[in-house]
């Protein structure tokens, strides 16, 4: 779990200074899916995710978990912050709302 967090952070941060390097590329997160954990537990729950910025796309995946805790540490604004606190503030009763929701670079 750690060690994803670790990658996930690095990744977040290789894209915001991919960003401030060029700033005419906008950031661009869409949720692609989420997927309950095979042990039930909510804090694990995980959302896959779609980041383009330029020419370049990625996909990753979260939990709900480190969402929360992401969405309290980033503090520059961009899509990925939006899309971390949309995660982290909705109840899991609205998770299928996320799946297609696009955040843009404000």
């Avoid at 729950?45 to 978990?65: C, I, N, P």
């Amino acid at each position: 779990m750690l060690d994803h967090a670790h990658r996930l952070a690095a990744l977040v941060q290789s894209m915001l200074k991919e960003r401030k390097a060029s700033l005419s590329a906008t950031m661009n997160v869409t949720i692609t899916a989420h997927h309950p954990a095979a042990s039930g537990d909510a804090d694990q729950h995980s959302f896959t995710f779609r980041v383009r910025q330029g020419r370049r796309s990625v996909t990753q995946t979260v939990s709900v978990r480190t969402a929360r805790v992401l969405a309290q540490e980033l503090a520059d604004r961009t899509a990925l912050d939006a899309m971390m606190r949309a995660i982290a503030a909705a109840p899991a009763a609205d998770y299928d709302t996320l799946v297609g929701t696009r955040y843009a670079d404000t």
